[in-house]
């Protein structure tokens, strides 16, 4: 008898969710993805919707083409990892430029200036 590996058993719906997340941030329909990586669009669906178990090639080649952190989901137990909302932004941050930059350390530390001073 075959034993169930951790892969098999492992659910990738929190996952799948990730990658759908930062295809559309990306503006990358789900069949240009498809495409992309020579898949058929129902399975992308069914990886982002589903939970379905990609191979480790097609796993690897999502979370890498997002740059999608999976420690949390692997290591849900883990209370140092960083959040996912933590991990998004982080991943947004790398698609600005300088000045984008500077705009959104000015809008951080506005908001941390305003709970100091108790007005949020």
Same mark, same amino acid.
């Given at each position: 008898?075959?034993?169930?590996?951790?892969?098999?058993?492992?659910?990738?719906?929190?996952?799948?969710?990730?990658?759908?997340?930062?295809? /559309?941030? &990306?503006?990358?329909?789900?069949?240009? !993805?498809?495409?992309? @990586? *020579?898949?058929?669009?129902?399975? +992308?669906?069914?990886?982002?919707?589903?939970?379905?178990?990609?191979?480790?090639?097609?796993?690897?080649?999502?979370?890498?083409?997002?740059?999608?952190?999976?420690?949390?989901?692997?290591?849900?137990?883990?209370?140092?990892?960083? /959040?996912? &909302?933590?991990?998004?932004?982080?991943? !947004?941050?790398?698609? @600005? *430029?300088?000045?984008?930059?500077? +705009?959104?350390?000015?809008?951080?530390?506005?908001?941390?200036?305003?709970?100091?001073?108790?007005?949020?």
């Amino acid at each position: 008898m075959m034993r169930e590996s951790i892969f098999e058993r492992f659910d990738f719906t929190s996952i799948g969710q990730a990658i759908k997340t930062a295809r /559309s941030y &990306q503006g990358i329909t789900r069949e240009k !993805l498809a495409e992309m @990586l *020579d898949l058929a669009p129902r399975y +992308i669906m069914a990886i982002e919707n589903q939970g379905q178990h990609p191979s480790f090639q097609v796993f690897y080649e999502l979370i890498t083409m997002f740059n999608i952190l999976v420690d949390q989901y692997l290591f849900p137990e883990n209370p140092e990892l960083e /959040s996912v &909302q933590r991990q998004n932004l982080y991943s !947004l941050l790398d698609s @600005l *430029d300088e000045k984008d930059l500077i +705009i959104i350390e000015s809008t951080v530390r506005g908001i941390i200036k305003a709970k100091t001073e108790g007005k949020i």
